[in-house]
């Protein structure tokens, strides 16, 4: 099953790993969009982990639970379909 993943690291390792002051760990074999899950997140010259959503929410949803309906992509429309078109343009210029 794709969009799922397993995540296994402890407070310290993914503090040390990431030269963060507060690290974040947890222990999953089957993290699913709608989870919460740590991230590294920099601000000015420190870094920090913290707790975010994962998976992709359309700009135009009026509420979070509708990303749950956008997982997959098919590469072949990506930037013709509209939940993913403005954020391939906007976020991920590096690629195109």
């Known amino acids: 099953m794709c969009v799922r993943f397993t995540l296994k690291l402890s407070p310290e390792l993914a503090a040390a790993i990431y ?3 507060n690290g974040v760990g947890m222990a999953s074999y089957n993290i699913a969009p709608t989870q919460e899950v740590p991230v590294v997140v920099q601000r000015g010259n420190e870094r920090a982990m913290q ?4 998976g992709f929410v359309p700009f135009y949803a009026k509420d979070p639970k509708e990303g749950v309906r956008s997982i997959n992509a098919r590469v072949e429309t ?3 379909k509209p939940a ?3 954020a391939l343009h906007d976020q991920r210029k590096a690629c195109l």
């Open 51 to 54: 707790m975010q959503h994962f």
């Open 84 to 86: 993913f078109k403005k």
């Open 78 to 80: 990506i930037s013709e």
């Open 19 to 21: 030269a963060v002051q």
